[in-house]
């Protein structure tokens, strides 16, 4: 088990892009990590250029080869993971899928969308939740997009999967930001 003065995040979608950015970030802050993402080679990819840039890390960042949409899946490596690290101090969730369209999108890509960015973000949080309020701190960030607050043309399913997002975010401030 880690000290408990250590800081510890998840971040999501963690192999590339904003949440490989974020975990790097995150990293050169000395927090001990779990890494999240569909593809096992590219996080073990980002999981190295992490270790290799920072080289005073603590411990290696750990990785879990998941889609955030399956709760089970979640709640085990979750689980997992809190269990090795002790706690958990912070939590992003910024796994995510775009596929344009809105009238012409094939019925399985909106729900890839809906799956990866409102349902994720949902197992993820709702698994975090309990072990925040048992310590009374911690901090969740959903990344979103302008797509979650203003519909763009051809993009109707990735705004619909944000606005729900928005709408899941501000309902888990009131609640959970007391």
Known sequence: MQNESSLVA???????GIGYAIASYLASLNYQLLLISRNLDNLKLAAEKIQKENPGLKSAPSIAA???SDLVEVQKSIDHFVASAG???????NAGYV????????HDEFL???NANLIGPFNCTQTFAKYM???KSGR????????????????GGYSASKFGLMGLNQSYYKELSH
Do not use: F, P, Y
């Open 140 to 155: 969740i960030i959903n990344v979103s997009s302008r797509s979650g607050k203003v519909a763009k043309k051809m993009l």
């Open 87 to 93: 706690h958990v101090d912070l939590l992003c969730n």
């Open 66 to 68: 998941l889609d955030v």
């Open 10 to 16: 998840v971040v999501t979608g963690a192999s590339q």
């Open 133 to 135: 309020k048992a310590r």
């Open 112 to 114: 890839k969308m809906i």
């Open 99 to 106: 596929k344009r369209g809105t009238s012409e999108l094939a």
